[in-house]
């Protein structure tokens, strides 16, 4: 009599699920979009200790089971470390032990079912709790591990993660893993006050990361940790030797190698991504490669023996020829504009810096000009031979225009001018000054217009333009200032009425000029200097008081004013 009632239970539920097939079978219709399999009897949940029975240490199911679990893993570790304090076991064997065990663990968080991720993080948070504090007091309360081998220890815990996450459903017991080696890295690194050893460990993060393509999630991670022990090494190291007297002795190799390295894996890293795989550069790639370049270049300026900014400089400007190539040999088409304008960008700053780190003052002005001319001119070429190229093109003359000003300002041009225009005259005149301006000449008349040019063109001439005719301004105020000092010593008044006319003849010169040859820029520099004439007679000249020289000032200006709009109406009446 005790089974009837379940018997009827049965009974009853197959009785449900014969109407509901009949049901299904007499209106098809409104049945149709409800799956087949709806209409099954939900199977009747087994009892719990069959349950029970079946479940595996990897397939705990509830929040409380998983977290039970890793308290019983956790108990286990002190009990570890009780039996290293209390028995005279060899502490290296149970420090082997304990390591095996935390690596157990990491293996059980890398087998559970792909869908229970909080067991997979806990349990591979689990095996961190352990590993972490163990290698910990093994390095620094027993001294049982040397620092080498802690940092090994390290590097073969995250290429065993690796081996077991690398699939994308276990990604985060891979960022687990990763971050518990670095934060670990990095701390006995600062404790020990032995750094080589742990950025080693952080480099191999780092070539795994870029190697294996299951980690590459966990890249930015490895980077930080490289990126911050390598800046620690570099700090201590390049302070004075009695500021870090409890930091051993490393020599110049040992210095030199970690940013060496670090640049060496993400710069082949992103080259072969890059020009092999044609693939686009990510915003991190392009942030990493620059930031272990600059920690290499400054650990070559701050470690190397000897001759160490000519041989940065030199090799600045030998990747800079290999960026320009890539840049706008390899990366031309359309499809791969981010990497042309990053390698363009990482060209035109490595040239900078080679030409500032190996040549001398006059030879640093002469090469940039020169390199300004260079870049206009291939820019012109470019767009004679390859119109549709027009965005390479425009890099091209805006390098030309960032190399100009650069030799413009190494030359000391721009402080040259200003003092000739506005401030104190001194009869100096540099030879490299000039150089630079004939190159401005030169890379303004080399460039190509087009009547329907865009804004980004307008704004380069007119820089350019500007460069070279206030430079030549600037030369003439010089020269009238030094002829008439032959006669007798000019005067503050003097030099304004100069400077007055000089500028007001540079207005009508560009006037005419801008008509003359069409050239749109030439008209409004003209009329931007009526405005610096303007903003001088009133700041200058008639500060001064000498109602003679004032009165001629004003009168030049009239005449600029009058001559300028007409000159510049010249080109609409023809």
Known sequence: MDVLPDALEQLAARLETLERRVEVLEHPTEHSAAPEAATAPAPAPPPTAEAGEGLSFAQAGGVLSVLAYALLGIAGAYALRYIAESSSLPKLAIAAVAIVYALLWLVGAARVPSGARFASVVYAGTSALIL???????????????????????????????????????????????GTAAATALALSVATHQLEPFIATLLLMALVGECAPGQRSVRPLAAAAADAAIWALLFIYSSPQSTRMEYPAIGAAGLLAPACLLFLIYGASVTLRTTLLRRKMTVFEAGQAMAAFLLAASSVLAFAPRNRAMVLGAVCLLFSAGCYVAAFVLFGNAGESRNRRVFGAWAAGLLLAGCLLSLPPFWLAAGLGLAAMAATALGVRL??????????????????????????????????????????????????????????????????????????????????????????AAFLVEGLVALAALRTPPEAHHV????????????????????????????????????????????????????????????????????VPRLARMSQKA
């Open 132 to 178: 972490a504090p163990m290698l910990w007091e093994l390095t620094l309360s027993f001294k049982v591990l040397p620092s080498p081998a802690t940092a090994g220890i390290l590097g073969a815990f995250v290429i065993a993660s690796g081996a077991l996450g690398w699939k994308q459903d276990r990604m985060l017991v891979l960022w687990v893993a990763n």
């Open 383 to 472: 767009d004679a031979i390859a119109p549709t190229r027009a965005s390479a093109r425009l890099t091209l003359l805006y390098h030309g225009l960032v190399f100009l000003l650069a030799a413009a300002i190494a030359s000391g041009l721009l402080e040259y001018a200003f003092e000739a225009l506005a401030g104190a005259v001194h009869a100096r005149l540099a030879g490299s000054a000039m150089a630079v301006t004939a190159c401005a000449i030169v890379c303004y008349a080399a460039g190509k217009r087009d009547p329907q040019e865009s804004w980004q063109l307008q704004v380069l001439h007119l820089i350019t333009a500007a460069l070279a005719a206030f430079a030549l």
């Open 496 to 563: 304004a009425f100069l400077r007055t006319l000089i500028l007001c003849a540079m207005a009508l010169a560009l006037a005419f000029a801008g008509s003359r040859w069409r050239r749109i820029e030439l008209t409004r520099l003209a009329y931007a200097s009526l405005a610096l004439v303007a903003a001088k007679l009133l700041f200058e000249d008639m500060r001064l008081g000498h109602l003679e020289f004032i009165a001629a000032s004003i009168f030049l200006f009239a005449i600029a004013l009058i001559a």
